[in-house]
């Protein structure tokens, strides 16, 4: 009885560990996309402005919400034309912040790094989706990986946060890889 007490808190730790199951993470702690500027377009619709390589359009005469631009995918390289085709990748997850200290910060910390510029990039929905809550461990997008792996550390240097000893050592071979395939 007791190995199977063992095996299951092994296999619940796994499961906690790998976002399957979040005890206390809450992404409404992070207030989703703001619009700072209070011109209607919130975070998410000011960097698909910002990084359209076109002129937008938008859905409406209002001009708050983008339909169509032209985005380079930092993924693939490939063209996006549908703001609809379109996911805001946290290059360092929301989900992982919180586990790595961002429980501890006040909400207005968490809407910053929510909407921050340096963790977010509009990507393919399929490839957002196919990464979830992983980390660059267990995640790489197909191209541009050293690029992705120094923006995902720059994120937790910026952020001072935490993650365990055996995936900061992980994550520094990652970086030491890149170092020495330049």
């Known amino acids: 009885m007791k190995q ?4 299951l808190s092994i296999i619940l730790s796994l499961l906690v560990n790998f976002g399957a199951i979040a005890k206390d993470y809450d992404r409404k702690a992070y207030g989703g996309w703001k619009d700072f500027d209070r011109d209607c377009q919130n975070q998410r619709h000011e960097l698909l402005i910002s990084l359209s390589t076109m002129p937008v359009t938008f859905t409406n005469a209002k001009q708050c919400t983008v339909k169509q631009g032209k985005w380079i995918s930092p993924y693939t390289n490939g063209v996006i034309y549908s703001a609809k085709e379109i996911d805001i990748d946290h290059i ?8 790595y200290g961002a429980k501890y910060w006040t909400k207005q ?10 963790n977010i990039v509009p990507v393919e929905k399929r490839l957002n989706r196919q990464k979830g809550a992983k980390d660059i461990t267990e995640w790489l997008p197909p191209k541009n990986q050293c690029g992705y792996i120094a923006r995902f550390m720059r994120v937790i240097k910026k952020y001072n946060l ?3 000893e055996k995936k900061i050592r992980q994550f520094e071979k990652l970086v030491h890889g890149c170092r020495k395939s330049n």
Request: hydrophobic share 40%; no cysteine.
């Open 162 to 164: 935490k993650p365990p």
């Open 109 to 118: 910390e968490r809407i910053e790094f929510y909407n921050d510029p340096i």
């Open 4 to 7: 199977y007490f063992i095996l």
């Open 92 to 99: 360092l997850s929301v989900s992982l912040s919180w586990y």
